[in-house]
């Protein structure tokens, strides 16, 4: 295959999860036939971009029937207050600015921008979120982001920021989005990109964070290398809590001599030369850390199902069900999995087949273990089910080893 970056030649594995279907297809009943793909990601030995072997066409992942709305999540509208701040203190936005963000989702960010008098248009190809946010009063435009829309937008429109936030992993063709990046982008304006950062998901063995949505795995060593082809400048760039850690770049036309390069921007860039981000050692080493998450975990759940302890699941996003079928797990060594998301209640998980239920279940049946998915939101998670505690139930988090509160 050819790398999506640079074009080369790229035949060396990162990581095999095996077959799986995608993880947000979620299945209306357990007799439901699923499409199955493999798992299979790669790395670049040019540009060390990581990236998966395309099976699953963008218009398959992101359908009407999409089932990640970021406003169910308290920490993830935290962050995002937290953000619009940060981009106020650093003049990136001030009174009549207009934004435009890629991949609005439901609405969540532009809402928190009307609210303080920020002008928006949200761009998101998914019906079942663009709905959302056009409920909210957003103006949306429900299309992919590329080249060609980019053109045809700026005839009519002249953004002082662009923000991509958790979008750019999600690009089958990441030139095509860049280039629209880069034709939409005012002379003297800012684009805002967040992803989470490769070099966590190596150091903390995130491997569930990888799955058929989710084209490549990006660190700063290989973003700025795809930037500068297009003739942009990544000049700034903040390590974040989000996702278990990512990145925040900032990034300009390379014309734009106004905003030098950070000393934050050439910390980080250092830092993962120092771990080895640049080198093919530190990626052909990955599968072997996994598979030993895989052998612990299921020798722990197998001991616990013997002294006839109850395992649930609390969250039901596209990472579990990446662990779930990587470690070939179903409904009934976890019995079911529960999600505030009502649009999910009801419904089984790919490849598991566990069912979706809703969180009064687990006061009815109070199991012995609760397993979080979302191990990135534990503490909000915690928190919300600490009336857990009177039966004496155990959460416990599987990554990057087990761990039991």
Known sequence: MRCRGCKNIVKSIFLDLGNSPPSNAFLKNRNQKEKIYPLKVFFCKKCYLVQTEDFASRNELFNKDYVYFSGYSETWKKHLNEFVLDLEKKSLIKEGSFIVEIASNDGTLQEILTKKKYKSLGIEPTASTAKIAKKKGQKVIQKFFGKKLAVNLKKKISPNLIVANNVLAHVPDINDFIFGLKSLLREDGVITIEFQHLLNIIQKKQFDTIYHEHYSYLSLISTQKIFTKHKLDIYDAEEISTHGGSLRIFVKHKSNKFKKKTNNFKKILLKEKRYGLNKTKIYENFQSSVEIIKKNFLKFLIKENKRKKVFVAYGAAAKGNTFFNFLNL??????????????????????SKIEVKNEKILRKKKPDYILIMPWNLKSEIIKQLDYVKKWNAKFITAIPNIKIY
């Open 330 to 351: 179903n409904f009934k060594l976890i019995r079911y999995i529960v999600d505030r998301n009502p649009i999910k209640v009801g419904k089984y998980l790919p490849g």
